[in-house]
């Protein structure tokens, strides 16, 4: 497990060297005795390798908020054409017949799609076949031979997928409006999701002279971007609930007990955000002040919500489906593989650009999926978390200042694009 030092405890930050490859300067010495034309080549050659993790210009910038407060998104419009291409919605079915009888009555197993009407619920068994095993078919959630049948384990996650999917568009429409989820928001035509995550061990360093890496400065860590932050951001943050907020709210510095390595947590989950969404840190936030609610573009606050929505997607849903998998689809902590932004995300600032995929699936909302989703029957019921999944909306806290998202809405930074 990854923990976060509490304040006024890990207080001592280690240095994180930021290490580009400076070779500019020795190259050239190195060439000076030779021609000139031997000079413009090591030059070149230089620079191409200090540039070689830089994107190629021109990249395009559009202006978000205020003028002059650089509220500014930078976009490559090569990655942004490839990104495109990588994330349309597929055609809807054709809507089925909601008259004759209903899945409930014909079907001997059905615990949560029973009120569908036969012809919607076959639709919808062939739409999840094409959103999540395209390849295996009915057979990967289905003992062919009965249907019924709940022996594997696929199914059973499938089920609790549903409730989770009805959940997420009925009571989280404070983060994913009309717009929703359906299992192909982070599925993809896949068995697993491309984005999902375990819960990092931290490396103990040889004979214990070093002690351990304190989670940070490794390489290649793409939840970080590449940088020395923290390389588990999702464990105390997407799974546990701890603190985010590090900024002193006084004048003078009174009273913040936050330590820079709390920021460094804090800022790993942004990288971790901004990585996943595919924006800039001001998409969010004004950079002139960070904190301040009233002076963050609204998306910040569909982000907050955000982050709540994951944690109970991860929580109520995700970890009690553990028991049910085999060994190889855990991590090396023994842990499921769970749900972070770039899952729904996947580098785009909307799912799917927005696509309303939900429309044509009604069935994946409905006033009813909070109390099925906790009223779990028959075999499923040993994987039903035990959980506070009851806590309605309201109870959860607001960020300070905040009375609700619209009055903020009205708040926020005029955008002048
Ligand atoms: C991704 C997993 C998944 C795939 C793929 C899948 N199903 Fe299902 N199926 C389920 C789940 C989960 C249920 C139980 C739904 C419930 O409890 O409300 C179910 C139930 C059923 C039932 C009801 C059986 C009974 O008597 O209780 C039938 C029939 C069915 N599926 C047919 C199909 C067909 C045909 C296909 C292929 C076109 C298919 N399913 C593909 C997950 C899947
Ligand atoms: C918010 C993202 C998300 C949505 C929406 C979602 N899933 Fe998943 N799904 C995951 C993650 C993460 C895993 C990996 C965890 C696990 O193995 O259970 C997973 C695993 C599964 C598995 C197990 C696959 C395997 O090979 O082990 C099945 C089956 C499945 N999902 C079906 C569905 C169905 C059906 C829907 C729609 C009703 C759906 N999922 C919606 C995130 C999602
Ligand atoms: C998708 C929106 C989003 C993006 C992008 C984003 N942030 Fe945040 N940020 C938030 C939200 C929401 C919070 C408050 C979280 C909470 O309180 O639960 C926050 C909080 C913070 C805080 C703590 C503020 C405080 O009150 O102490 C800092 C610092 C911060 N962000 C920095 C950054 C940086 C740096 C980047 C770019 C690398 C970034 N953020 C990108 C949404 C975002
Ligand atoms: C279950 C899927 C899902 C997950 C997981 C998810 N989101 Fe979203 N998010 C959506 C959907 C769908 C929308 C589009 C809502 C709409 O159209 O109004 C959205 C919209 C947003 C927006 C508004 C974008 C805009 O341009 O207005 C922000 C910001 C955002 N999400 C941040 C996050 C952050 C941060 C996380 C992780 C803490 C996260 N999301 C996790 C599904 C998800």
Redesign the pocket.
């Known amino acids: 497990m990854t923990h976060i030092p509490q304040p006024g405890f890990g207080g001592v930050d280690s240095a994180s060297a930021s290490s580009s490859p400076k070779r500019s300067a020795s190259d050239l010495n190195a060439s000076s005795n030779r021609s000139v034309r031997a000079v413009g080549l090591a030059l070149s050659l230089s620079l191409g390798l200090t540039l070689m993790g830089c994107e190629r210009l021109p990249v395009d910038v559009s202006q978000g908020g205020y003028r002059g407060t650089g509220m500014e998104q930078v976009v490559n419009p090569r990655t942004e054409a490839v990104k495109l291409a990588a994330n349309q919605a597929p055609a809807a079915l054709e809507p089925a017949d909601e008259g004759g009888p209903k899945a409930s009555q014909v079907y001997q197993n059905v615990q949560v799609l029973g009120d569908l009407s036969v012809a919607q619920f076959n639709r919808l068994m062939v739409a999840m076949t094409a959103w999540v095993s395209p390849e295996q078919g009915c057979a990967y959630c289905h003992n062919v031979q009965n249907f019924a049948d709940d022996s594997l384990y696929t199914k059973v996650v499938a089920r609790r997928m549903t409730q989770m ?1 009805q959940t ?1 568009n009925d009571r ?1 429409q404070a ?7 359906t299992c192909y ?2 599925h993809r035509g896949k068995n697993l999701p491309d984005k999902r995550w375990f819960t990092e061990p931290e490396m103990q360093l040889a004979g214990r002279l070093l002690g351990n890496d304190a989670s940070q400065n490794r390489a290649g860590v793409e939840a970080v971007a590449n940088s020395s932050l923290p390389y588990d951001p999702y464990t105390p ?2 799974l546990e609930n701890n603190p985010i907020r590090v900024n002193g709210t006084t004048a003078l510095p009174t009273g913040n007990r936050m330590s820079i390595k709390q920021t460094e947590w804090t800022y790993a989950l942004m990288m ?2 901004s990585e ?2 595919g ?1 800039n840190c001001t ?2 936030h004004n950079t002139r002040a960070i904190a301040e609610w009233e002076q963050s573009p ?3 606050v ?2 907050w919500y ?2 709540r ?2 944690r109970e ?1 991860n929580n109520e849903f995700i970890t009690g489906l553990t028991p049910v998998h085999p060994a190889n689809r855990l991590g090396v902590m023994g842990d499921i593989a769970k ?7 996947q580098g785009v ?4 650009y ?1 696509a ?1 995929m939900l429309k044509a699936h009604p069935e994946l909302s409905g006033p009813n999926a909070l109390k099925d989703a906790m009223e779990i029957k028959g075999p499923g019921k040993s994987v039903a978390p035990q959980s506070q999944a009851t806590t309605p909306m309201n109870s959860l806290t607001l960020p300070k200042n905040l009375a609700s998202r619209s009055q903020l809405e009205g708040k926020a930074v005029a955008r002048v694009d």
């Open positions: 999917t997420v989280w983060h994913v409006g009309q717009t929703g989820v928001t982070c943050f997407l971790h955000m996943g969404l924006v998409y969010c609204p998306a910040r569909t982000a955000g982050i929505m994951v997607i749900v972070n932004c770039a899952t729904c995300h600032n909307k799912p799917l927005g309303q």
